[in-house]
């Protein structure tokens, strides 16, 4: 990335919680572009909620993430992933690579509003213990049908694109939030990821890269990095959960 004479990046989410803030996150991280995360900084709060407000600004986020770049305010975590992947170099150079880039974001975007959904599925101001009979429904609909659907997706992209990137040929920030993805679901589904692993070999090959990126790599062992928790969209209910593989006499005695 070349030098930024302007001031560091801001970026403004929720502390406490990877949510949706993770994905600018990694670009930011992969990058190694200078950023605040402000919400996470003394009195950052004061100035996210402000910013919410609208104050000094006809077009209030209407919700976090968004990115303070000098003058400008962008929310939408794909519209801030389109905003910030030429700048970063993590986005194809053609339009017809970036508009396929922003495709790929804004379906990972549906996704992970449906993996919330799973454990929020009448209303994200309920408590998941007010919701918990229809949670149990949309997650077994959820892991049944929308997980393979969504993943086998982005499987089939990678064999037709031969196998490194989901967009050209160049690690673009759609791969990382596609690992992103593949970390979340892992935390929440850990059985049905693992039930689907042998459909997705692609999928979770181009996961183990990214995490294996110098500066991500570098990341995820920094403080900076969260872990995952029951606040977050992708949270790990054992009762949500798909029931354990069947795995071979012989393992399952051992075990
Ligand atoms: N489509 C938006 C969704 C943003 C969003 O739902 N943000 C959540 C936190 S991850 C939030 O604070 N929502 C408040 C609300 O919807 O009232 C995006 O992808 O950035």
Redesign the pocket.
């Known amino acids: 990335v070349a030098a930024r004479k302007s001031p560091p990046y801001e970026l403004y989410y929720?502390p406490g919680i990877q949510?949706?803030g993770e994905f600018v996150r990694l670009a930011l991280e992969d990058a190694g572009a200078p950023y605040v995360d402000v919400a996470r900084t003394a009195g950052g709060m004061r100035k996210m909620m402000a910013f919410m407000r609208g104050e000094g600004r006809s077009l209030p986020p209407?919700?976090?993430?968004f990115l303070k770049d000098a003058s400008l305010v962008i929310?939408?975590?794909?519209n801030i992933l389109a905003y910030l992947g030429p700048r970063l170099n993590m986005a194809p150079k053609d339009e017809e690579g970036r508009i396929a880039a922003v495709q790929v974001q804004l379906t990972i975007?549906d996704l992970v509003a449906e993996a919330h959904d799973t454990h929020h599925p009448i209303a994200?101001g309920f408590y998941y213990e007010d919701q918990k009979p229809a949670a149990k429904e949309r997650s077994v609909v959820f892991f049944k049908e929308r997980l393979p659907k969504f993943l086998t997706w982005l499987e089939g992209i990678l064999e037709r694109s031969g196998g490194d990137h989901l967009v050209g040929r160049r690690m673009t920030y759609a791969d990382l939030s596609a690992f992103q993805v593949v970390c979340g679901l892992r935390y929440a589904f850990p059985n049905a990821m693992d039930r689907m692993a042998g459909r997705l070999p692609r999928l979770l090959a181009l996961h183990d890269r990214v995490a294996a990126r110098k500066n991500i790599a570098a990341y995820l062992a920094s403080e900076r990095r969260l872990p995952f928790n029951e606040h977050g969209?992708f949270r790990h209910y054992l009762e949500l959960d798909a029931p354990a593989p069947k795995r071979p006499a012989r393992s399952r005695a051992k075990a």
């Not at 209407?62 to 993430?65: G, I, N, S, T």
């Open positions: 929720w949510g949706r209407f919700a976090p993430p929310a939408q975590t794909a975007a994200a969209i």
